[in-house]
């Protein structure tokens, strides 16, 4: 009976329209039961008064927790209420306001606290900061936490209204300079870079000594991935290098060690080569290699793409190579096998003596294979004793192979890979093959790529025509190669768009693919690769010249090993013609013409 009495007077008040009906319900608030207290706020939304809103909003702080939490609830109808406090309210009542926001925990709100920022009360800036920071650490958090997609809608819209609220907050820091705001922006640094990018290329002042104060300063581990970030935005680049050629704290190097993933942006991997040293890794190889297997391998793509010396590079191989922990033995040989270079094979080499178990094997057949001339004498350095005639060591049983060919360390499966190579028994794994084409590792899909061109079919044509679009330019080259072995009807329509790619050994395995089918525009690519201002495009393009004996092309490359500014292009162009010169006369009518137009 009081309960409908009480709801009986309510909704006698909800048609009121004097101003002491609104003011008799919110003074009531504190003192009623809580299961009343939801009955008289519905009844202030239902009236709705502007002047209402505004002193529950006003009044916040002061509320039992349980009004509080109701009201938290409904921050979002309250919204008119904190614009106007925010306009026109006493500091104690805009701190009010703040806290309602933050309790409420509602992105879309967070855009009335950057307009918080450019008010002249000190402490309500600095709470404001404070707060827009803490939306950002929540949502930074929910989004690192996450493995899978965010449901439609949850992601975009909790992500884009803080993103809004720090590209105003960033927009407007000239008024408040809060440390808070780069600290909140560089968790959220995929949503708010373009933000960053453009308050760094218009004011270069004390915005951008700011962020990179902090980058060389902070050691929460949350903005390890924005020190690599910073790679990429210009003049804070500068202070991201001297930071990373310094020494570091566990957890944050642990945390730049887990965010090296974005070394995959060219901009960063660019400026990453300026890094000359990386002191922060001496010592923590083993824990963070024991932290996460991963990390092993991690740690020496970080070496590889730095801009430490060859020297300096090899002694940290060699370190690690004849160290005790086999996870990163394993990951220095697997880089030492990605790497091409002469440094890596002479290291290579030298491991053949003085690495221990598999390893030793491991790198003898990888040396072999750059050195084939060295490989005819003996299987191994090591065995003086061993003949020509001494037998290879028979192809594992299939199942055996199988089991290497599903191993959980890519070594292992690389290895594998080699020797379904050297026994020729693609045929019988076809299955597991196909099954690696789409393989984590980038160096088992290229591996994997290449030896479909040994199992004929449709099946192969369609795995090696999706492989086209993988994302290393590896896996792309070695499709190109094995595609040209199977010779698919539609070959010159699949690989003519590779003649322009930016990846030279890709374009130059196109471009030498596609000269073998006389395509008409292949001879022009080429050309453009000698013409190249890369090295490395022209180094390319001479590997196509000498694979095909292209020796019509003898004069261009005479005027290269003359003139060329590069001194290793002169001396490969003055190698390669020697060699065209000192061809068989029996094939001199043989020439390939390479086609213009």
Not at 382 to 407: F, K, M, V
Request: glycine letters at 6%; charged letters at 30%; one cysteine or more.
């Amino acid at each position: 009976m009081i309960q409908n009495s009480f709801r009986t007077m309510l909704n006698a008040l909800k048609g009121q329209r004097n101003l002491a009906a609104d003011a008799a319900l919110i003074e009531a608030l504190p003192h009623v039961e809580e299961e009343r207290a939801p009955l008289l706020l519905d009844t202030l939304f239902e009236r709705g008064r502007p002047h209402a809103m505004r002193r529950l909003v006003a009044c916040f702080a002061t509320f039992p927790p349980t009004v509080q939490e109701l009201l938290a609830r409904e921050s979002v109808r309250l919204r008119g209420g904190i614009l106007d406090v925010f306009s026109g309210g006493s500091r104690d009542e805009k701190l009010s306001a703040i806290e309602l926001v933050v309790r409420g925990d509602r992105a879309s709100m967070s855009d009335v606290l950057a307009e918080g920022l450019a008010g002249d009360d000190p402490a309500v800036k600095d709470r404001c900061a404070r707060a827009i920071e803490t939306f950002a650490s929540r949502r930074a958090g929910d989004a690192q936490a996450r493995h899978a997609p965010f449901p439609p809608g949850e992601q975009p819209s909790d992500l884009s209204h803080i993103a809004a609220t720090l590209d105003r907050a960033i927009h407007l820091w000239e008024l408040h300079f809060r440390p808070e705001i780069l600290t909140a922006a560089m968790q959220l640094a995929p949503w708010t870079e373009n933000a960053l990018r453009r308050k760094i290329e218009n004011h270069r002042g004390h915005f951008v000594q700011a962020l990179g104060e902090l980058v060389l300063s902070t050691r929460d581990a949350r903005l390890a991935p924005f020190v690599w970030r910073a790679l990429g935005l210009d003049v804070v680049g500068t202070f991201a290098i001297r930071r990373l050629e310094r020494r570091q704290d566990g957890e944050f190097a642990a945390a730049l060690v887990s965010s090296a993933w974005l070394l995959k942006d060219p901009r960063i991997r660019t400026n990453f080569r300026r890094v000359r040293a990386l002191p922060w890794l001496a010592g923590r190889l083993e824990p963070l290699a024991r932290r996460d297997a991963r990390n092993a391998f991690r740690i020496l793509e970080l070496v590889r793409c730095s801009g430490m010396t060859a020297a300096r590079k090899l002694d940290f191989h060699r370190h690690l190579l004849l160290g005790d922990t086999p996870a990163l033995r394993e990951a220095s040989l697997w880089s030492l096998i990605e790497d091409p270079s002469e440094h890596a094979t002479q290291l290579l080499g030298e491991m053949r003596t003085r690495a221990e178990g598999h390893l030793v094997e491991v790198a003898q057949r990888e040396y072999n294979r750059r050195r084939p001339e060295e490989a005819r004498g003996s299987r191994f350095r090591g065995q003086p004793n061993a003949s020509r005639s001494t037998p290879s060591r028979p192809p594992s049983a299939a199942p055996t192979l199988r089991s290497r060919l599903a191993s959980s360390n890519p070594l292992e499966r690389l290895e594998a890979l080699a020797e379904v190579r050297a026994t020729h028994v693609e045929t019988s794994v076809a299955d597991v093959i196909s099954r690696l084409v789409h393989d984590a590792e980038p160096a088992v899909r290229a591996t994997a790529v290449a030896r479909l061109g040994a199992l004929p079919g449709a099946t192969s044509a369609r795995l090696l025509r999706a492989a086209l679009d993988d994302a290393d330019p590896r896996v792309q080259a070695n499709a190109i190669e094995a595609l040209e072995q199977l010779s698919p009807p539609r070959f010159d329509e699949w690989v003519q768009p590779k003649l322009t790619a930016r990846h030279p050994r890709l374009r130059a395995n196109a471009v030498k693919a596609l000269i073998s089918h006389d395509a008409e525009n292949a001879g022009h690519a080429l050309l453009d690769m000698l013409d190249d201002g890369s090295r490395a495009s022209k180094l390319s393009a001479m590997w196509v010249i000498g694979q095909l004996q292209l020796t019509p092309l003898g004069e261009r490359l005479a005027f290269m090993g003359r003139d060329d500014a590069d001194e290793n292009v002169r001396r490969s162009a003055n190698k390669l013609l020697l060699q065209l010169s000192r061809a068989d006369g029996a094939h001199a009518g043989e020439e390939r013409k390479v086609r213009i137009a």
